[in-house]
């Protein structure tokens, strides 16, 4: 429960500097530690949901869902690499650039991958939901 508050303090602290007045002042390396921060959170969040069985049992007590689950663990891969390539493209760009275009680029990449892990997120928590109301009885 601590690496998911963690996990969503720190998504919110970076769309916070992003949402100042453009440009914002955002001091580069203190952006890409914070992406990075996001980047290790993540990490844990999937490698913890994975390694503890977070899917086995809504699957078990409902296969017909396991489809849904496969999908969304196979996400998981796609999302973690989507926020380590952001990670390494900020940190490599952010001498190279201009640093409005810079923050252009890592606001435009960040707040993407933001909609696809709040997307990955509400799905998961649909498919348990789900589960679980089979589970009860509720799906009737």
């Given at each position: 429960?601590?690496?998911?508050?963690q996990?969503w303090?720190?998504?919110?602290?970076?769309?916070k500097?992003?949402?100042?007045?453009?440009?914002?002042?955002?001091?580069p390396?203190?952006?890409?530690r914070?992406l990075?921060?996001?980047?290790?959170?993540?990490?844990?969040h999937f490698?913890?949901?994975e390694?503890?069985g977070?899917f086995?049992?809504?699957?078990?007590?409902?296969?017909?869902?396991?489809?849904?689950?496969?999908l969304?663990r196979?996400?998981h891969?796609?999302?973690?690499?989507?926020i380590?390539e952001l990670?390494?493209?900020?940190?490599?760009?952010?001498?190279?650039?201009?640093q409005?275009?810079?923050?252009?680029m890592v606001?435009?990449a960040f707040?993407?991958?933001c909609r696809?892990?709040?997307?990955?997120?509400?799905?998961?928590n649909?498919?348990?939901?789900?589960a679980y109301?089979?589970?009860?009885g509720?799906?009737d």
């Open positions: 429960k601590a690496v998911h508050h996990l303090r720190v998504m919110s602290e970076l769309r500097l992003l949402e100042s007045p453009f440009p914002p002042s955002i001091e390396p203190r952006f890409v914070l990075e921060q996001l980047r290790d959170g993540i990490g844990l490698t913890l949901e390694a503890c977070y086995d049992n809504p699957v078990s007590a409902s296969p017909r869902l396991s489809h849904e689950s496969l969304l196979a996400q891969r796609a999302l973690y690499l989507e380590s990670v390494e493209r900020a940190a490599r760009d952010y001498d190279r650039k201009e409005a275009d810079w923050i252009r606001a435009k707040l993407r991958f696809r892990f709040e997307t990955h997120e509400a799905r998961e649909a498919l348990l939901q789900q109301e089979e589970d009860l509720g799906g």
